[in-house]
C-alpha cells in the first residue's frame, strides 16, 4: 500500500517562503513521477509542479515558474516543494500524487496524499 503524508503547510505573510514535504511510503520513491497539486477555495485542483525519477526533469506551472521549486531525496523517500515570494493567491490546499507519465493531467497520477493547507495573508 502506498501512503503520501504532506507536511509544512501553515500561514505566512505575502512575499514570504514555506518548504512542503512529501514522504512516500509502501514503495520507493524512485518509482514514480512525483507531482505537486493545489485547489484554492472555489477553485478547481491545478497542476503546480512535477519532478521525473529519471533524468530529475521538472516542469512547472507558469505561475509557479521562478517562485517554486521542486526537489526530491530518494534516500529520505521524501518530495519537496519550495515556495518562495508567496502571494495571497497561493492560498491553497496542497496535494503531492506519485504516478507513471510525467503528466500534468492529475488523472494520470494513481496516489495523492491528504493535502496540507497553505494560507497567504496579512
Known amino acids: 500500500q502506498v501512503q503520501l503524508v504532506e507536511s509544512g503547510g501553515g500561514l505566512v505573510r505575502p512575499g514570504g517562503s514555506l518548504r512542503l514535504s512529501c514522504t512516500v511510503s509502501g514503495r520507493t520513491l524512485s518509482t514514480y513521477v512525483m507531482g505537486w497539486f493545489r485547489q484554492g477555495p472555489g477553485k478547481v485542483r491545478e497542476f503546480v509542479a512535477l519532478s521525473s525519477p529519471l533524468d530529475g526533469r521538472t516542469l512547472y506551472a507558469d505561475s509557479m515558474k521562478g517562485r517554486f521549486a521542486i526537489s526530491r531525496d530518494n534516500a529520505k523517500n521524501t518530495v519537496y516543494l519550495q515556495m518562495n515570494s508567496l502571494r495571497p493567491d497561493d492560498t491553497a490546499v496542497y496535494y503531492c500524487?506519485?504516478?507513471?507519465?510525467?503528466?500534468?493531467?492529475?488523472?494520470?497520477?494513481?496516489?495523492w496524499g491528504q493535502g496540507t493547507q497553505v494560507t497567504v495573508s496579512s
Open positions: 500524487a506519485a504516478g507513471r507519465y510525467l503528466v500534468q493531467d492529475d488523472e494520470k497520477y494513481d496516489y
